[in-house]
């Protein structure tokens, strides 16, 4: 039986001119429902390279990706899109909110092109944000515009949550109760959650740590008792 | 090497933007050539044009005479200092046939090739000898006359072409062109259909006139300068004003010449009247005693006939007579002769028994004397007894006596008797010989009598025959003078005639006498010279397209690339602050800027420049060469121009990368290290009405927000685009209004399609011919309108029929389209001689009619209309003001079908009839229309690629830019899976809505650049429709929203190629 996530001697070439530069050199590694993973590894270890294959935004060079039973490395680029589309719910460091768009409406802009949504409000709620749905990005602080942006990726209700150093361009303390969101998310609906960090400090609260060095896993282990967001310091 | 490290940087931000670069560069060379082009074209024209007229030798000064001009007042102008050249010349109108049409031709004196209007050869060679001609080689060869052709010319009035010329065909040896003539309109003629429709060059020794018609002169000096400048008529203008000061006394001498010579003429001509008068009298009582004689003579003869008829009768009665009683004599003769002879023989019985008894009684006698000789002896003795008584004695003496008597007696008786008796008896004899002659005589009377009776026979048949040969003639004589007589009356009446004729002109010789004016000198320069002022008005309407159009270039480009460079700022914005940081000044840093639009902006003025000075001229060039004869456009190249227009561009692109990069350079390092906070979202107006907001999804919803919250970026699309509408919309609307021309005139205002001159003969005819459905006779001459100095040709319509005429013209007001009443008093005139005239309804203007002879009218109303000026009023009310009839000399018909075919049939069919002079076709009017107006669309395309290019540039640079703002918003929702198209709708709704909000505004902006220009534009003579067709607002939305699809399929792959890594990366 093949696991929920399946890398397999991915690979990553970009071609820039005549030069080749190998972002992933064999990357092998699966993930299973409902875990939350930590990605780990320095600027330019490729740990954003694999992200964006995982998430459908990049095609590896060779190897193969499976998602849920499905061969994603094989998908041509509208299949990739409807991947995106319904299964793929996406965290950026930098939030990236429409700015012209409220809170909720930020969430619907999500939830109205997926199959089956959940609720924007309840989801909004749920992060809580209830009492700011109405509010422009501009007017909301970064951790609550995160927490936005989670919502957005929560309420289409996707298969997989991929977060880009989520709290990369936050505080201390928000940035912490961002992570915990995500945790309980992951814990409570039962959502597979990866996320990728150069924080080695948060490894701890992942179910599964995959370090990621010069384009090939260097480490991949499973942390059976996961520490809670609040008792990591860094 | 001071900063060559940021002078490195700004180069390779220029080889890292390209796109960037070349969209500020083509924006400027796209605004910088259309000014520079429309600034340059109508230069180029004059200077093409000037160069032409210099080089063949264009006159700078005509002058002209109502007298004509003489040898000597050549030699006058020639006089006058500032004048280099002289040529007195001849010109007249003549009429030639040609492809069975009637065709004006102005007729020139050729003198040389190098004369003033010298002639540019084309084809052929020119005239040798004086029956050679050359003739215009036009645009569009449509006459066809081929080299060694002959073309005979008439001179379409009563006096004959030979009159003026000394030859009247001409073969053509050659084509040429001459800058006298650029364009088609040659100007009218009173001849034929009195547009002069071609010209024709013959040598100048063929002209007889007395006095040249014109005088050309060419001054000193006007060549070096353009003759469109005002520099140009500072020099000429002296020497008009000279030749103005000569001109009283040469017209006070040329007047006094002509009325001299027209007395004289009268005077000669009187005479010859007289004489010839006389002559003729002198023959017909020459002629009329021919008759008188005759009649006489024939009555004579009739008398003597009648005489010597009655004489012959008489005669042969008096023959019958006289031979009647010769022989009644001549029987009464032989009677008498009868009788006589048997009395005679009777008498000769007596006369034998008288004889006897004569001779008894002789014997008695005898016997008786012896007796009484005794007895007288016895008395004697008796006596002789002395007693005897005395008594007695007495007695006896008696009784003696008695007795010597008796005896006496008896012997005497004796004697007698015997006398007698020998008498008698010769007598008898006598008797019997006389009727011997008798006999021999009666019977010679007898055979001449037969004889006499014979002649007197043949004599009446003789003279009954000669007297019916006399009557006979006498008949003759009479039917002779009978003819005669015809003749004398039919000649009399001729000679009456053809007398009173020439009394006729004498009279009109007397009174053209009378109304010789002075002579008038008119001296002109080119300002009145058709051709010159018709294309520099073309050059000047160009001129007055440069003033409008460039602006919303300028404009345009202005706000695109301060949006560009405002975002080329942004971009950098981390860069500014690290350049800040590491201590370049603010004028270091915004030089990099303002050096990077400078470079954008020169290079598109070079391009611009270059495009606007040589396509442009060109094109607009070669479009009004379909409306004028000229050699090839020659391209100038005005500095000043192009360094004022570079300035500009370059001030203009400056300043706004200045104004972008001020902004940022105003805050310090740090904070611009720092993302720029993002601007706040806003509510709009729409969000209060929630029906409508709550409906809408999110990507209206940022549509809607972004449109009002970027207001420079929404001001300058709807800006560009509206410009671009409004331009399309522009051009369409000339084409419209010259549209609307040809329509409206030939189709609403004027319905009828056949124009038909004729005189009072020719109106029979036409109730004959079938094609022509209906018509209606009008007098149409060509007069004008004054009011101050402002005078205006105008054609002037008298209809016979006021009622019916509507149904041919139709007189309306353009504004509320309400029917006009053809007046009994006073004036309807056209709208464009309203406006040039400043006049309104109840106004007096001064009418002139063809013959020079002005009154006031009232004006009753003011017509729409758009091609030529009219002026229409009733027949009773021309009589009224100029004192005499109208002569009907046209019809107006409506056909029961037209195409070219059967209105050729009808032309031939009317033509060949008398009285029908010309006959011409609406088609035909609108055809030519169309073809002069045709260039018009050349410039129009040029509107609509210019307008094209516009919009694309501006909606691909505003795409772009909105674009690269937003570009991690698009790849973030490309992240979301949204799908390519649903990624590019979510841009172009944007540009959808904009492009729609442009373009309404655009399209009311066009109105009134449309208005504007159709003012501008307007040529004399051609009022130009100012309503812009329904279709034409619906093509250019169209066209202008095809533009923006064009632009949005362009940035359709542009949005595929956004990375969607480019939201991962941080904010810039």
Same mark, same amino acid.
């Given at each position: 039986?093949?696991?929920?996530?399946?890398?397999?001697?991915?690979k990553?070439i970009?071609?820039m001119g005549e030069?080749?530069i190998?972002?992933?050199?064999g990357?092998?590694?699966s993930?299973d429902?409902g875990e939350f993973?930590?990605?780990?590894?320095?600027?330019?270890?490729?740990?954003?390279?694999?992200?964006?294959?995982?998430?459908?935004?990049?095609?590896?060079?060779?190897?193969?990706?499976v998602?849920?039973?499905?061969?994603?490395?094989?998908?041509t680029?509208?299949?990739l899109?409807?991947?995106?589309r319904?299964?793929i719910?996406f965290?950026?460091?930098?939030?990236?909110?429409?700015?012209n768009?409220?809170?909720?409406e930020?969430?619907?802009?999500a939830?109205q092109i997926?199959?089956?949504?959940?609720n924007?409000?309840?989801?909004?709620?749920?992060v809580g944000?209830?009492?700011r749905?109405?509010?422009?990005?501009?007017?909301?602080?970064g951790?609550?515009?995160q927490r936005?942006?989670?919502?957005?990726?929560?309420?289409?209700?996707p298969?997989l949550?991929?977060?880009?150093?989520?709290?990369?361009?936050l505080?201390y303390n928000?940035g912490?109760s961002?992570?915990?969101?995500?945790?309980?998310?992951?814990?409570?609906?039962?959502?597979?959650?990866?996320v990728?960090?150069h924080?080695?400090?948060?490894?701890?609260?992942?179910?599964?740590i995959i370090?990621?060095?010069?384009?090939i896993i260097?480490?991949q282990?499973?942390?059976n008792?996961?520490t809670?967001v609040?008792r990591?310091?860094? | 090497?001071?900063?060559?490290?940021?002078?490195k940087d700004?180069?390779?931000d220029?080889k890292?933007?390209?796109?960037?670069?070349l969209?500020?560069?083509?924006?400027?060379?796209?605004?910088v050539?259309?000014f520079a082009?429309?600034?340059?074209?109508?230069?180029?024209?004059?200077?093409?044009?000037?160069k032409?007229?210099d080089d063949?030798?264009l006159?700078d000064?005509?002058?002209v005479?109502?007298?004509?001009?003489?040898?000597?007042?050549?030699?006058?102008?020639?006089e006058?200092?500032?004048?280099?050249?002289?040529?007195?010349?001849?010109?007249?109108?003549?009429l030639?046939?040609?492809k069975e049409?009637?065709i004006?031709?102005?007729?020139?004196?050729?003198?040389?090739k190098?004369q003033?209007?010298?002639?540019?050869l084309i084809?052929?060679?020119?005239?040798?000898?004086?029956?050679?001609?050359?003739?215009?080689?036009g645009?569009e060869d449509?006459l066809?006359i081929?080299?060694?052709?002959?073309?005979k010319?008439?001179?379409?009035?009563?006096?004959p072409l030979s009159d003026?010329l000394l030859?009247? #065909?001409?073969?053509v040896?050659?084509?040429?062109?001459t800058?006298?003539?650029?364009?088609?309109?040659?100007?009218n003629?009173?001849?034929?259909?009195?547009q002069?429709?071609?010209f024709?060059m013959?040598?100048q020794?063929?002209?007889?006139l #007395?006095a040249?018609?014109?005088?050309?002169a060419?001054v000193?000096?006007?060549?070096?300068l353009?003759?469109?400048d005002?520099?140009y008529?500072?020099?000429? @203008?002296?020497v008009?004003n000279?030749i103005?000061?000569?001109?009283? #006394?040469?017209?006070?001498?040329?007047?006094?010449?002509?009325?001299?010579?027209?007395?004289?003429k009268l005077?000669?001509g009187?005479?010859?009247y007289?004489? #010839?008068?006389?002559?003729?009298?002198?023959e017909?009582?020459?002629?009329?005693?021919?008759?008188e004689a005759?009649k006489?003579n024939?009555?004579?003869?009739?008398? +003597?006939?009648?005489?010597?008829?009655?004489?012959f009768?008489?005669?042969?009665?008096?023959?019958?007579?006289?031979?009647g009683?010769?022989?009644?004599?001549?029987?009464?003769g032989?009677?008498e002769?009868?009788?006589?002879?048997?009395?005679?023989n009777?008498?000769k019985?007596?006369?034998e028994?008288?004889?006897?008894e004569?001779?008894?009684? $002789?014997k008695?006698?005898?016997?008786?004397?012896?007796l009484?000789?005794?007895?007288i002896?016895?008395l004697?003795?008796?006596?002789?007894?002395?007693?005897l008584?005395i008594?007695?004695?007495?007695?006896?003496?008696?009784?003696l006596?008695?007795t010597?008597?008796?005896?006496?007696?008896?012997?005497?008786s004796?004697?007698?008797?015997?006398?007698e008796l020998?008498?008698?008896?010769i007598?008898l004899?006598?008797?019997?010989?006389?009727?011997?002659?008798?006999?021999e005589?009666?019977?010679?009377?007898?055979?001449?009598l037969?004889?006499?009776?014979?002649?007197?026979?043949n004599k009446?048949?003789k003279g009954?025959?000669?007297?019916?040969?006399?009557r006979?003639?006498?008949?003759k004589?009479?039917?002779d003078l009978?003819?005669g007589?015809?003749?004398?009356?039919?000649s009399k009446?001729k +000679?009456n005639?053809?007398?009173?004729?020439?009394?006729?002109?004498?009279?009109?010789g007397e009174?053209?006498?009378n109304q010789?004016?002075?002579a008038?000198?008119?001296i002109?320069?080119?300002?009145?010279?058709?051709?010159?002022?018709?294309?520099?008005?073309?050059?000047?309407?160009i001129?007055?397209?440069?003033?409008?159009?460039p602006?919303?270039?300028a404009l345009v480009?202005?706000?695109?690339?301060?949006?560009?460079?405002?975002?080329?700022?942004?971009?950098?914005?981390v860069?500014?602050?690290?350049l800040?940081?590491?201590?370049?000044?603010?004028?270091a840093?915004a030089?990099?800027y303002?050096?990077?639009?400078?470079t +954008?902006?020169?290079f598109g003025?070079i391009?611009?420049?270059g495009?606007?000075?040589?396509?442009f001229?060109?094109?607009?060039?070669?479009?009004y060469g379909i409306?004028?004869?000229?050699?090839?456009v020659?391209l100038r190249i005005?500095v000043?121009?192009a360094?004022?227009?570079?300035?500009?561009?370059?001030g203009?692109t400056? $300043?706004?990368a200045?104004?972008?990069?001020?902004?940022?350079?105003?805050?310090?390092?740090a904070?611009l290290?720092?993302?720029?906070?993002?601007?706040?979202?806003?509510?709009?107006?729409?969000?209060?009405?929630?029906?409508i907001?709550?409906?809408?999804?999110?990507?209206y919803?940022?549509?809607l927000?972004n449109?009002?919250?970027?207001k420079?970026r929404f001001?300058?699309?709807?800006f560009? $685009?509206?410009?671009?509408t409004?331009l399309?919309?522009?051009?369409?609307?000339?084409?419209?209004? $010259?549209r609307t021309?040809v329509d409206?005139?030939?189709?609403?205002?004027?319905a009828?399609?056949?124009?038909?001159?004729?005189?009072?003969?020719?109106?029979?005819?036409?109730d004959?011919?079938?094609?022509?459905?209906?018509y209606?006779?009008?007098?149409?001459?060509?007069?004008?309108?004054?009011?101050g100095?402002?005078?205006? @040709?105008?054609s002037i319509i008298?209809?016979? @029929?006021?009622?019916?005429i509507?149904?041919?013209?139709?007189?309306q007001?353009?504004?509320?389209?309400?029917?006009?009443k053809?007046?009994?008093?006073?004036i309807?005139?056209?709208e464009q001689?309203?406006k040039?005239?400043?006049?309104?309804?109840?106004?007096?203007i001064?009418l002139?009619?063809?013959?020079?002879?002005?009154a006031?009218?009232e004006?009753?109303?003011?017509?729409?209309?758009?091609?030529?000026?009219?002026?229409?009023?009733?027949s009773e009310?021309?009589?009224?003001?100029?004192q005499r009839?109208?002569?009907?000399?046209? +019809?107006?018909g409506?056909l029961?079908d037209?195409?070219?075919?059967?209105?050729n049939q009808l032309?031939?069919?009317?033509?060949?009839k008398?009285?029908?002079?010309?006959?011409?076709?609406?088609?035909t009017l609108?055809?030519?229309?169309?073809?002069?107006?045709e260039?018009?669309?050349?410039?129009?395309?040029?509107?609509?690629v210019?307008a094209?290019?516009?919009?694309f540039v501006?909606?691909?640079?505003?795409?772009n830019?909105n674009?690269?703002?937003?570009?991690r918003e698009i790849a973030?929702?490309?992240v979301?899976?949204?799908y390519?198209?649903?990624?590019?709708a979510?841009?172009y709704?944007?540009n959808?809505?904009?492009?729609?909000?442009?373009?309404?505004v655009?399209?009311?902006?066009?109105?009134?650049?449309?208005?504007?220009i159709?003012?501008?534009?307007?040529?004399?003579?051609i009022?130009?429709?100012?309503?812009v067709?329904?279709?034409?607002?619906?093509y250019?939305?169209?066209?202008?929203?095809?533009f923006?699809?064009?632009?949005?399929?362009a940035?359709?792959?542009?949005?595929k190629n956004?990375?969607?890594?480019e939201?991962?990366?941080?904010v810039?």
């Open positions: 039986m093949t696991s929920y996530i399946e890398f397999r001697n991915v990553k970009y071609r030069v080749e190998s972002a992933l050199n990357v092998d590694f993930i429902r993973v930590i990605i780990a590894g320095a600027s330019g270890a490729g740990k954003s390279t694999i992200l964006n294959i995982l998430g459908g935004m990049d095609t590896a060079t060779s190897g193969e990706v998602v849920d039973n499905k061969k994603v490395s094989r998908y680029n509208k299949e899109i409807t991947y995106r319904h299964d719910g965290v950026f460091q930098f939030y990236n909110l429409v700015q768009l409220t809170a909720l930020n969430v619907e802009l939830s997926c199959k089956n949504p959940l924007p409000k309840e989801v909004l709620k749920s944000l209830s009492h749905i109405n509010n422009f990005p501009a007017q909301l602080s951790g609550e515009q936005v942006a989670i919502a957005r990726a929560l309420a289409k209700n298969k949550l991929l977060c880009d150093e989520p709290t990369g361009a505080d928000t912490k961002i992570l915990k969101l995500l945790q309980d998310t992951c814990r409570q609906m039962n959502m597979t959650v990866v990728i960090t924080n080695l400090a948060i490894t701890p609260m992942g179910d599964k370090k990621v060095k010069n384009g260097e480490d282990s499973i942390n008792s996961p809670p609040e990591i310091e860094w | 090497m001071k900063k060559s490290a940021l002078k700004i180069l390779r220029i890292g933007s390209l796109g960037r670069f969209s500020i560069a083509s924006i400027v060379a796209l605004g050539a259309f082009g429309l600034k340059i074209s109508p230069e180029d024209m004059r200077y093409t044009a000037d032409y007229y063949y030798n006159m000064i005509r002058v005479s109502t007298l004509g001009l003489t040898e000597d007042d050549v030699l006058e102008i020639k006058i200092e500032g004048v280099q050249e002289v040529l007195g010349t001849y010109t007249i109108d003549a030639a046939e040609l049409k009637e004006v031709f102005r007729i020139h004196s050729f003198v040389s190098e003033i209007n010298g002639v540019n084809e052929g060679r020119l005239p040798k000898k004086p029956e050679e001609c050359v003739v215009e080689l645009k449509d066809d081929a080299l060694g052709s002959k073309i010319l008439s001179s379409g009035k009563e006096d003026s030859n009247t #065909e001409f073969t040896v050659g084509k040429v062109q800058p006298y003539y650029l364009s088609f309109e040659k100007g003629s009173t001849i034929g259909n009195g002069v429709r071609n024709i013959i040598p020794e063929n002209f007889k #007395e040249f018609t014109d005088i050309y060419i000193e000096g006007a060549k070096d353009n003759s469109y005002d520099e008529f500072h020099v000429v @203008d002296k008009t000279k103005k000061n000569i001109s009283k #006394e040469r017209e006070n001498i040329r007047s006094e010449e002509v009325l001299n010579k027209a007395k004289e005077e000669e009187k005479n010859e007289f004489e #010839e008068k006389a002559k003729v009298e002198e017909l009582v020459k002629g009329l005693n021919e008759i005759g006489r024939i009555a004579k003869g009739e008398e +003597a006939l009648r005489r010597n008829e009655a004489d009768n008489w005669a042969i009665l008096e023959g019958k007579e006289k031979l009683n010769s022989e009644r004599q001549l029987s009464k032989e009677e002769y009868e009788s006589a002879l048997k009395s005679f009777k008498n019985k007596i006369a028994e008288q004889f006897k004569a001779e008894k009684e $002789i008695k006698a005898e016997e008786a004397i012896p009484l000789k005794y007895k002896e016895q004697k003795i008796a006596l002789e007894n002395p007693f008584h008594e007695e004695k007495e007695s006896l003496k008696a009784e006596q008695q010597i008597s008796k005896l006496r007696e008896t012997q005497k004796i004697e007698s008797g015997n006398k020998a008498k008698n008896k007598e004899a006598k008797g019997e010989e006389k009727f011997k002659n008798n006999k005589f009666l019977v010679s009377s007898r055979e001449k037969e004889k006499e009776k014979l002649n007197l026979i009446e048949k009954l025959e000669e007297i019916k040969r006399a006979k003639k006498l008949e004589a009479k039917i009978e003819k007589e015809e003749e004398y009356k039919s009446e +000679a005639k053809e007398l009173a004729k020439a009394w006729g002109k004498i009279e009109d009174r053209e006498l010789i004016q002075r008038k000198w008119y002109l320069d080119r300002k009145s010279h058709y051709s010159y002022m018709d294309y520099g008005g073309a050059a000047d309407r001129d007055a397209l440069s003033t409008v159009f602006v919303f270039f480009a202005a706000l695109v690339s301060l949006t560009t460079m405002t975002r080329m700022v942004d971009e950098q914005r860069n500014i602050g690290t800040k940081a590491l201590g370049y000044g603010k004028g840093i030089s990099k303002i050096f990077y639009a400078l +954008a902006t020169v003025c391009v611009g420049i495009i606007g000075y040589t396509l001229p060109t094109v607009i060039f070669n479009a409306m004028y004869v000229l050699p090839s020659i005005n000043p121009l360094i004022s227009i570079s300035l500009v561009s370059i203009l400056t $300043i706004t200045y104004l972008a990069s001020n902004n940022e350079l105003k805050e310090n390092p904070s290290m720092r993302p720029r906070a993002p601007k706040l979202g806003k509510r709009i107006l729409l969000e209060k009405i929630p029906i907001w709550s409906r809408l999804n999110f990507s919803k940022v549509t927000r449109i009002f919250r970027y420079r001001f300058m699309t709807v560009g $685009i509206a410009g671009c409004a399309v919309l522009t051009a369409f609307g000339i084409r419209d209004s $010259i021309v409206k005139q030939y189709g609403e205002l004027f009828y399609n056949v124009t038909i001159g004729l005189d009072s003969d020719g109106i029979k005819h036409l004959n011919i079938d094609k022509i459905k209906d209606q006779v009008i007098n149409r001459e060509s007069g004008s309108v004054s009011l100095d402002i005078e205006k @040709d105008i008298v209809p016979k @029929d006021l009622v019916n509507d149904k041919l013209i139709k007189l007001n353009r504004k509320d389209g309400t029917k006009i053809f007046p009994n008093n006073g309807v005139i056209s001689i309203g040039d005239l400043k006049v309104k309804v109840g106004d007096k001064n002139i009619n063809s013959e020079e002879e002005k006031i009218v004006i009753v109303g003011i017509t729409e209309n758009y091609t030529f000026n009219y002026g229409y009023l009733s009310y021309y009589k009224e003001i100029f009839p109208v002569k009907f000399n046209e +019809a107006l409506i029961e037209t195409n070219k075919e059967i209105e032309s031939k069919e009317l033509i060949s008398e009285g029908i002079n010309s006959v011409s076709f609406n088609t609108k055809e030519n229309f169309e073809d002069t107006i260039s018009l669309n050349y410039v129009v395309l040029v509107m609509i210019s094209g290019s516009l919009a501006v909606l691909y640079n505003l795409t830019v674009i690269s703002e937003r570009i973030t929702i490309k979301l899976g949204f390519d198209n649903e990624v590019s979510y841009i709704r944007e959808i809505i904009l492009t729609i909000i442009g373009t309404l655009g399209l009311v902006m066009g109105i009134f650049l449309h208005r504007y159709m003012i501008t534009v307007e040529m004399e003579n009022m130009f429709g100012l309503k067709n329904f279709k034409s607002y619906i250019s939305m169209i066209l202008t929203i095809v923006s699809v064009l632009v949005n399929l940035m359709h792959y542009k949005l956004v990375e969607m890594v939201s991962l990366k941080s810039d």
